[in-house]
């Protein structure tokens, strides 16, 4: 069983839907919580990251961490075309550099 | 501040054949990582410095690969006796020490073919 599980998609919705992506993981120990969007043969980029347990939001995106449950999610408001993307989720142990990410989930977002 | 760069983009290369990639990290930044990235999987951790050091392997990087940052500042990648298994992207990030570790820079990516 891979420690962190994202389900690869394809996700397609119309322009200005609300989208939810989800990752679930195994390792209780994990405390940092990041997501990624990677464009088609470019490097992943930075788009949100939390610690431990709650919601974080920055502009049409909303990120949430349910340790109970092991299940981190992040929400999009608005889509737009350009939200499409692969979207993967990372997370690693406090003190500790190595990172462990989800397969990515694909979205396409239709105009 | 012109992010991270890898070198070359693209390699294609027949098996057996030893290849070498080069990261260079954003400016000040202390800590390196090196992932390898397979068609429809997210990037899988190979080895991370923090500076000159290299503080963790992968099982992952067997001994065919070996990875150094002389200096702390640029960092290569060497894949000896290449196998068509190693056929992926290889990606770089960087993050700074403090203001979050959390926060790693990938840079393009270097397209490994082996044919």
């Known amino acids: 069983q891979k420690e962190v599980e994202q389900d690869p998609g394809p996700l397609s919705v119309p322009e200005g839907a609300i989208v939810s992506l989800n990752c679930t993981y195994s390792?209780?120990?994990?405390?940092?919580f990041m997501w990624y969007r990677q464009y088609s043969r470019k490097g992943p980029e930075l788009l949100m990251y939390t610690y431990s347990s709650g919601n974080k939001e920055d502009g049409r995106f909303t990120a949430q961490v349910d340790k109970s449950s092991k299940y981190i999610s992040l929400f999009i408001r608005d889509s737009q075309p350009s939200d499409s993307a692969t979207y993967l989720c990372?997370?690693?142990?406090?003190?500790?550099?190595?990172?462990?990410f989800g397969s990515g989930t694909k979205l396409n977002v239709k105009p | 501040d012109t992010g991270v760069s890898q070198d070359p983009r693209h390699k294609i290369t027949k098996r057996g054949q030893n290849v070498t990639f080069r990261c260079d990290p954003i400016?000040?930044?202390?800590?390196l990582y090196w992932y390898r990235q397979t068609l429809g999987q997210g990037p899988e951790f190979l080895t991370y410095?923090?500076?000159?050091?290299?503080?963790?392997k992968s099982r992952l990087l067997s001994d065919r690969f070996s990875a150094e940052r002389p200096k702390g500042s640029f960092s290569t990648l060497e894949i000896q006796r290449t196998e068509q298994g190693d056929s992926a992207m290889y990606l770089c990030?960087?993050?700074?020490?403090?203001?979050?570790?959390?926060?790693?820079?990938f840079g393009p990516g270097t397209r490994l073919t082996v044919l």
């Open positions: 990030a960087s993050s700074p020490t403090s203001g979050g570790t959390d926060t790693q820079y």
């Open positions: 990372a997370m690693k142990r406090g003190n500790f550099n190595k990172f462990y």
């Open positions: 410095f923090q500076n000159e050091a290299q503080l963790e």
């Open positions: 400016s000040e930044h202390n800590r």
């Open positions: 390792n209780s120990a994990f405390q940092y």
